[in-house]
C-alpha cells in the first residue's frame, strides 16, 4: 500500500456517510410530458438534518424493500396534491383541486413498511394526511366547510411569504414525541391545506392540536423508530426556526442512530 493511498483509506475511515433519506416524489405534467418532483425546500430540510436525500419517484412492492433495505430514514413531503379519497371509503368531494394516485399506490405501502421495519419516519402535510390514511385513518376533504373548525388554507393571491407565514398556534399535548423536542407548550406554526385528519387511524398518539381542536400532528404510539407527523410546514425557512431545527434535528439523530445499528446488525450476520 502507498503512503497516498493509506492516507485515503485513513481519511475514508474517519469520515462515515451520512444517514440516507427517502423522499418520495409527486408526479406532475409539464407540457406533455410527465415529470417526478420534490421540492428543494424538503431536500434543504433533510441536509438542516444532518442526512442527504435521495429523491424516489416510484417503486413497485419489489423495490419498496430494495429501498428501505439502503434507507436510514423517510420524509414524506407536502403537495398541492390532496390523497384520493377511495382510500378511506369517500367519493371526490372537489374535482377541481389535484389529485396524485400514483404516488398515493406506492407511499401507502410504503408507509407501513417503514414503521414495521422501524426507520425512522416524518411526515409533513400531505405526508401527514398519507400516514393517516395508510394507517387507517380518515380525512376531512374540505376542513373549512366542517362546523366548528376554523379555514387553514393560504390566503390565495399572496406572496409565499405571506402564504408560509405563521397563522396560528399549536397546543402541544404532554408526555408525547414533541414535547420535549421544542420545550414549549404553544407555539406559532403556519397554515396551508385544505385537507387534515378527521378519523385519527388506530395507534396514533396525538402531538399537538390547533385552537379549533384540529389535529395538527401525531406520532406512531407503538412503532419501534422514530415517528412524527406534522400538518404544517417545519421545512418553511428551518434554519431560521428553533422548533423546526428541534424537530429536524431529533429526526437527524434517529436516522444515525438507525444507521449504527444497522451497520451493526450486518456485522453480525454470518457470511454464508
Keep these: 500500500m502507498t503512503e497516498t493511498t493509506s492516507i485515503a483509506a485513513t481519511t475514508t475511515a474517519a469520515a462515515p456517510r451520512k444517514p440516507l433519506v427517502l423522499v418520495p416524489a409527486c408526479n406532475r405534467m409539464l407540457g406533455e410530458h410527465p415529470f417526478y418532483i420534490a421540492g428543494k425546500k424538503y431536500l434543504d430540510a433533510v441536509r438542516l438534518a444532518g442526512a442527504t436525500p435521495l429523491i424516489v419517484p416510484s417503486a413497485d412492492a419489489a423495490e419498496i424493500e430494495v429501498l428501505l433495505d439502503m434507507a436510514d430514514g423517510v420524509l414524506l413531503t407536502g403537495s398541492p396534491s390532496n390523497v384520493h379519497p377511495s382510500h378511506f371509503g369517500e367519493e371526490v368531494h372537489n374535482p377541481a383541486l389535484p389529485l396524485d394516485p400514483a404516488r398515493d399506490s406506492w407511499t401507502l405501502p410504503l408507509i407501513r413498511r417503514v414503521l414495521a421495519r422501524g426507520i425512522p419516519l416524518f411526515g409533513?402535510?400531505?405526508?401527514?394526511?398519507?400516514?393517516?390514511?395508510?394507517?387507517?385513518?380518515?380525512?376531512?376533504?374540505?376542513?373549512?366547510?366542517?362546523?366548528?373548525?376554523?379555514?387553514?388554507?393560504?390566503?390565495?393571491?399572496?406572496?409565499?411569504?405571506?402564504?408560509?407565514?405563521?397563522?396560528?398556534?399549536?397546543?402541544?399535548?404532554?408526555?408525547?414525541?414533541?414535547?420535549?423536542?421544542?420545550?414549549?407548550?404553544?407555539?406559532?406554526?403556519?397554515?396551508?391545506?385544505?385537507?387534515?385528519?378527521?378519523?385519527?387511524?388506530?395507534?396514533?398518539?396525538v402531538e399537538a392540536r390547533a385552537p379549533d381542536g384540529l389535529v395538527e400532528a401525531f406520532s406512531v404510539a407503538d412503532a419501534p423508530g422514530f415517528s412524527l407527523c406534522v400538518q404544517w410546514h417545519p421545512e418553511w425557512l428551518a434554519a431560521d426556526n428553533p422548533q423546526s431545527v428541534a424537530m429536524l434535528t431529533a429526526f437527524g439523530q434517529a436516522c444515525r442512530r438507525y444507521q449504527f445499528a444497522k451497520s451493526q446488525e450486518i456485522r453480525r450476520t454470518p457470511d454464508r
Excluded at 402535510?125 to 362546523?147: H, K, P, W
Excluded at 373548525?149 to 390566503?155: E, F, I, K, S
Design 124 to 205: 409533513i402535510c400531505r405526508g401527514t394526511q398519507e400516514t393517516n390514511v395508510a394507517l387507517g385513518g380518515s380525512l376531512y376533504q374540505a376542513v373549512q366547510e366542517v362546523d366548528g373548525h376554523d379555514d387553514h388554507r393560504a390566503p390565495e393571491g399572496e406572496p409565499a411569504a405571506v402564504q408560509y407565514g405563521p397563522a396560528h398556534p399549536v397546543e402541544v399535548v404532554p408526555g408525547g414525541v414533541l414535547e420535549p423536542l421544542v420545550g414549549a407548550v404553544s407555539f406559532q406554526v403556519n397554515s396551508v391545506h385544505g385537507q387534515a385528519v378527521k378519523q385519527l387511524a388506530p395507534g396514533l398518539r
